[in-house]
Each structure stands twice: as C-alpha cells, then as structure tokens.
C-alpha cells in the first residue's frame, strides 16, 4: 500500500512489466559497462521515499554487438538497507525479463555482482493522477518506487510512479485503471521494448536519445560504436511517431507491437512496425499507437497498418523535440 494526502491516484496491476535486480559491490560498474544510459553517481533511494529526477531514475537500453535493443528498463538504486552494498532494480517487459537478465549473467564473470530476474515473486503498480499529490506518495518498507516522466493526454498533465512489491501483499486493479496507465504510455511517445520487438531498433530509430536514454559521454558497452555513428554521421532514416487510426476500421487487424506499417507507393515493403498501442480511454473508437517508421514513407504519402489495404494511420505530434541528427 502507498500512503497520500491528496487526490487517491489511480492503480493498475501490470503483469506485462518485470523486475532485474542487480547487486553486489561490482554492480555499478558493472552495469555502466552494458547499458546505454550512465549508472555510476545514481542516487540510493529508500523506502518511504520514491526515486525522482534523473539523479535518481534512468531510462536505459539493453544493445546487442550490432547497436540493436534487446531491452528497455527504468533503473533506479534501491538497496535493501543503508548498509547493504548496491542493488540496482531494473524495471523492464516481463516477457523479455528472464532472456535478459540471464545475458546480463552471462558477462558477470569475476565481478562481485548477482544477478537475479524476481518478476514471478514481485508485483509492479502503476499509479498516476493529473495533479501534483502524487509527489507526496510514500511507499512501504520493503517496496520500491521510481517516478517516470509526465504525461500531456486529454489536455491534461499526468504524474506517474511505478512500485513493485512482494507477491505477498497484492494490490486491488481495476481493467479501467489499466487501460488508463496503457494509453498514458504510449501518449509519452516513450518506447518500451517488448518480445516482439527485440532487436529491430538502434535507439535512435525509436527517439531513445531524445527521451534521455543515451549517454554519448559515457563509456563503452555493447553495440556502442554504432550507436554513436549513428548519431554523429546522421544515418537514421527512420523514427518513433504517435499516430492514431479508428476501431471500427481495424477489421480483424493486429495493433500488437511488431505489426507491420505499409506505404501505398511501396506495397511490397514494409515501412515500419507498432512499437506500443492503447485503446483510448476517453474516445472509444480510437486507439493510439506508438509508431517507428521511415521518414522517407512519412513524406510520400499515406502510413497503412498491417497491409497496404490496412486502416490508414493519422500521424500525431510528438510532446517532445527530436534532437537532430
């Protein structure tokens, strides 16, 4: 349970998110040396507290050799005590959880670092509210907590935390609660990488630079290489965007994450794939989509989902700037 003062947030059970934890006194560096994002200096966060700011919270990326993402995750510092050494929790799709922390394993080699995918034996909530009580939310001993960043949705500002707990003490959700948390993702035009979605995207091809997910000071890890030259030759010709398309038009097509985008003018090709998808919880004929696409199929003409006979997709504007490439 979390405690306010304020306005009672909505909750949602979310079995589609994980937990990694890794720990040890080598957990830090150890991390810094596989992850997109910087990890050394991150700030040790106990309950009733819940981490906040980039000094507290990271979104990171997970690259194979070739710059591809094997993962997304919020990470934050959360050790069991003020005497405990490091033990960084990784927030990430449940789907890929175990696969990735099982390849984080595999690189532990000498280092004082376990590493351990706890997602059967804790639970993850996700709270939000439109109004600023949620940055008085306290959480319980033993819980975890880490703010992500806010949401514009329905002319509306839209604080959110993520919690994870032990299995024993589970929380009440409602399918409403999760829809709203869902559509409050994929309106942040913040990707997640799921299973259908490994290892299709350099980050840059999904804004992750532009969303504070790359640090191109930091110091080696895998697929870093590309990723830099990626950014500083300007070779990405493709794009994470929001769009949106009606229920009644999607017929018996998919809007899971890896279906496939099509442009009229290339029916044979495709130009993309769904990275994240909702149904609207304000208009209930809308679904809203996180997109990558090509920019040279987004100049030429109209985006179709699934075929190039598909619901056509209505581009939308993102709630933040593109750092150029």
């Known amino acids: 349970m ?14 589609q998110w994980g937990l990694i934890f890794v720990e040890g006194a080598d957990a830090a560096s150890f991390l810094q040396n596989q992850l997109s994002n910087s990890v050394l200096g991150l700030n040790r966060t ?32 959360f050790p069991e005590d ?28 000498r280092s004082k670092v376990k590493v351990s995918d706890a997602s059967s034996e804790w639970t993850v909530t996700g709270y939000s509210c439109n109004d600023e009580s949620i940055a ?3 959480i319980e001993a033993g819980q975890i907590g880490l703010r992500l960043p806010d949401v514009i949705a329905n002319h509306q500002t839209y604080s959110r935390v993520l919690i994870a707990g032990k299995k024993d003490s589970p929380e009440k959700s409602l399918s409403d609660d999760v829809m709203q948390w869902n559509h409050l993702e994929v309106m ?25 997910g790359v640090d191109f000071k930091k110091g080696c890890y895998p697929g870093q290489e590309i990723v830099a030259r990626s950014q500083y030759r300007g070779v990405i010709k493709r794009r994470l965007q929001l769009a949106h398309t009606s229920i009644d038009s999607l ?20 130009a993309g794939m769904v990275v994240l998808s909702s149904p609207s919880p304000k208009e209930p004929n809308k679904i809203d989509l996180q997109v990558e696409c090509k920019l040279e199929a987004l100049e030429s003409g109209e985006i179709y989902l699934g075929s190039a006979q598909g619901p056509v997709l209505k581009i939308d504007s993102l709630p933040y700037p593109l750092i150029e490439i």
């Open 2 to 15: 979390i405690n306010h003062s304020q306005n009672t947030p909505i909750q949602a059970s979310l079995p």
């Open 46 to 77: 106990f309950a009733p507290q819940i981490a906040q700011t980039h000094d507290s919270v990271r979104l990171v990326g997970y690259c194979n050799p070739k710059g591809r993402l094997l993962a997304s995750a919020w990470l934050g510092q």
């Open 82 to 109: 003020v005497n405990a050494p490091d033990r960084f929790a990784l927030f990430i799709s449940k789907d890929i959880a175990a696969s990735t922390a099982k390849r984080l394993a595999m690189f532990v080699l």
């Open 251 to 270: 017929g018996s097509v998919s809007i899971a994450p890896g279906t496939e985008l099509f442009q009229v003018n290339d029916p044979a090709q495709p």
């Open 136 to 138: 008085g939310l306290k």
């Open 188 to 212: 942040s035009a913040i990707p997640r990488i799921v299973l259908a979605t490994q290892e299709q995207f350099v980050p840059q091809m999904i804004n992750f630079e532009s969303v504070a």
